[in-house]
């Protein structure tokens, strides 16, 4: 099967440090990446968009340069949340788009908190 | 714009038993596909069920089922014989279908969610 790993898996943080939370396709190529946000008992939000090699496309109201999308292999995308705040706190996931199939994987999310 | 609707924020079912959850989508493609995620108490989003709009048989996987209707826009999730690791949240999900393999900015719309308890 196909899997998706991040890392780290929980986070904690004071306000206004930065944090980059790692998002690897394990056994498959992804050309393809997303990040999500969630927050508690709610869906799944999309912020961006990322392509191997090429800048992220980011969904309206997300922040590019609060959050930093880098998709720097087949296999390897960051998120880095700079200048981290309180607000900031959430629960983050990213997916990736197998190049073989399009079928879309899910990592196990990371759930950062901002003190 | 892509919409996904889950009428039913909740939804409880008896071990055993069997539950329909709800979904509706708008769309003007024609080619697309459609899914249903699990996501346990763990948060993992795990795929259940995916559909292909252009096949008109419905998709199967164990005890999960869909109702597709296409000219209605309804994607419904059948779990028969319901168990105790089936209490999720459940999302459904929408994306166009790509036009080839070789990867695709086609971005997943999900619905709000329906959260399902099984009694024991």
Redo the contacts between chains.
Sequence with gaps: GAVVSQHPSRVICKSGTSVKIECRSLDFQ???M?WYR?FP????M?MA?S?EGSKA?YEQGVEKDKFLINHASLTLSTLTVTSAHPEDSS?Y?C?A?A????????G??TRLTVL | AQTVTQSQPEMSVQEAETVTLSCTYDTSESDYYLFW?KQPP??????VI?QEAYKQQNATENRFSVNFQKAAKSFSLKISDSQLGDAA?Y?CAY?KR?PN?????Y??T????T?LTVNP
């Design positions: 992804a050309t393809t997303f969630q008992k709610q869906s799944l999309l968009t392509n496309t629960f996931i997916s788009r190049r073989r199939d399009n079928k879309q994987f899910f196990p999310g | 995620y763990s948060r993992q989003m795990i795929l995916r949240m999302f994306t790509a393999s070789g990867g695709s900015n971005k997943l999900f619905g709000k969610g959260l």
